[in-house]
């Protein structure tokens, strides 16, 4: 009898449908809620997505998987409620509450939290702790969706059970070494992290969104053109890389993309009519890698709407084009998709990017100088050192891609100022990606007429906190020597001032966390709540509650 290996996750919900992802052990017809679907194969792992329609609008509704019509989920003796799919009204005028985070390896839940012999302590997981707190509220109180901001999996930080399969069947002599090398690795990897009951049963009962940062795919992957050219040239990384988007693709964004968008995703439509999906998945990982050296590239971006709330999820990190001599953070052909999709919105625009868009002013400047010297402001031989500087200190957020930078913060400018519709009440980017939390409000000229509430809310890590070292540099950024040596830096790079102002106005936070966005009405609330080192209890404290409009 076929059964599951990972999930379900409950991934895509509206006011009438949902998507529930799923991975057997054989091929097979997956049922949830009445609907059913075959799953498919890419090299010999078997999948399947079902979408589940004419669900009631405003309902909260228990859910099992079935495979060939027999019940597998709940097991028997699962310790945890049933997962629930619950719709939102028809109105869209209930409160909305979004859980995000980034950053999360994999690791055993009993202290030290450590492989044998290994890396330092990276704590209690966040996301686990607050799997923790759900158990112990009634479900009202639960968040409406979960939203992952990049490093879900790391390929170049291998957890312990992932390592141990790579060592009895490549061994880690050669390279990549202990590092993933090719998409079997990954779906162990991703076994491994979605497999603990706690984590899994949060994943089945909270519609999830995701998108992937670097250590998805590859530490500082596309970093810049130079980057690219010396990974290319290692004969291990291509596989790492076509691998990393291969499972990406299946384990990811198949379930960010709603039922409407399914239906004219050719990708998924070619999944299920062939035998087995790895060459397709193949093909379109290469095509996607191919967009930052100028070839035709892949959308990643994609959009939710819930009720009056509008999240826009932004790719920062695959969709860059490096080859063109105008570094940019996405293609002009995505860029238009991402304008056209904030000229409708309604109370709360939320631009969610697993990079911060508003860094601290100390570390904007230091990048933005980073890049004017890679690009020959101090001479040829500073070139060489620039980028040395770019990939050592991993200088390649939305700051060391001005002209994309300034783009953005225009659009924020036409939006926020009701030059293209009404201007939402608050517009937040969301990021995560630097290993510590913070809260930032931008500021604009006043003849810009912007009366949305604009901020950066970054929470990371949710589980991989940085070393004390580290910790001091990100402090000294926030300080106010700290800002004028960025401001100093740029004007030595003679690259213009920002037009906007910011600075950090809470934080920088380094233990692992998640956060929560309360949005009603025309209010918004943001939340940080931060695991206590080595709590046994995995209690979290709430260390930031900060009413944003």
């Not at 158990?135 to 291998?158: F, H, K, M, R």
């Not at 402001?377 to 930078?405: C, P, Y």
């Amino acid at each position: 009898m076929p059964d599951l290996l990972l999930g379900p996750l409950l991934r895509h919900v509206d006011e009438t449908s949902a998507t529930v992802w799923v991975e057997t052990d054989a091929p097979c017809e997956v049922q949830v809620l009445g609907c059913s679907t075959p799953t498919f194969t890419v090299a010999g792992h078997h999948y399947a997505l079902v979408v589940c329609d004419s669900l009631e609008p405003g309902t909260v509704t228990p859910y099992g998987v079935s495979l060939d019509g027999e019940a597998v989920w709940p097991r028997a003796d699962d310790p945890y409620p049933a997962p629930t799919v619950r719709t939102r009204t028809r109105d869209g005028g209930e409160p909305f509450r979004l859980l995000f985070g980034s950053c999360r390896v994999t690791r055993p839940h009993e202290p030290p939290y450590t492989l044998a012999g290994g890396d330092e302590g990276v704590g209690v997981d966040a996301l686990h702790a607050y799997g923790k707190r759900m158990l112990a509220q009634e479900e009202p109180s639960w968040p409406d969706a979960l939203l992952l901001l990049g490093d879900q999996v790391y390929a170049d930080e291998l957890s312990p059970q992932t390592l141990a399969y790579i060592e009895r069947t490549r061994g880690t002599d050669e390279p990549p070494g202990d590092g993933v090398a090719d998409f079997q690795e990954y779906t162990v990897l991703y076994q491994e992290a979605w497999s603990d009951p706690l984590v899994r049963w949060v994943l089945s009962t909270l519609p999830t969104a995701m998108v992937f940062d670097d250590h998805d795919v590859h530490d500082d992957w596309n970093t810049s053109a130079t980057w690219r050219k010396q990974m290319q040239a290692k004969d291990w990384c291509p596989a790492r890389i076509e691998g990393g988007l291969m499972s990406y693709r299946l384990y990811q964004h198949l379930g960010n993309l709603s039922p409407a968008a399914l239906e004219h995703d050719e990708v998924w439509a070619r999944l299920k009519a062939v035998d087995d999906g790895e060459q397709v998945l193949r093909e379109h990982a290469r095509r996607a890698d191919g967009e930052a050296d100028g070839g035709k590239g892949v959308r990643w971006s994609y959009r939710r709407d819930y009720g009056d709330v509008r999240l826009l999820v932004l790719d920062s990190r695959g969709g860059r084009v490096l080859e063109t001599g105008e570094r940019s953070m996405v293609d002009d052909a995505e860029w238009e998709w991402i304008v056209e999709q904030t000229r409708d919105c309604a109370s709360h625009l939320l631009l969610a990017s697993s990079l911060p868009v508003l860094l601290p002013p100390a570390i904007h400047g230091l990048e933005a100088w980073n890049e004017a010297v890679c690009d020959g402001a101090w001479g040829t031989r500073w070139r060489t050192w620039g980028e040395k500087i770019r990939q050592g200190a991993d200088l390649e957020h939305w700051a060391a891609f001005r002209l994309s930078f300034v783009r953005l913060m225009r659009l924020v400018e036409e939006v926020g100022s009701g030059r293209c519709g009404p201007a939402p009440a608050t517009i937040t980017f969301l990021g995560g990606d630097v290993h510590f939390s913070y809260l930032a409000q931008a500021h604009f000229k006043a003849d810009r007429g912007v009366t949305s509430h604009v901020h950066q809310a970054v929470c990371s890590p949710v589980r991989n906190p940085v070393n004390r070292p580290i910790q001091v540099g990100d402090r000294f950024a926030r300080s106010a020597p700290g800002r004028g040596l960025g401001r100093l830096l740029m004007v030595l790079a003679r690259v213009p001032k920002p037009e906007q102002w910011w600075r950090v106005d809470h934080g920088p936070r380094f233990h692992n966390s998640v956060a929560t966005l309360e949005l009603e009405d025309r209010r918004s609330l943001l939340r940080l709540e931060a695991a206590r080192p080595g709590d046994p209890d995995e209690r979290l404290d709430v260390v930031l509650e900060k009413q944003l409009a």
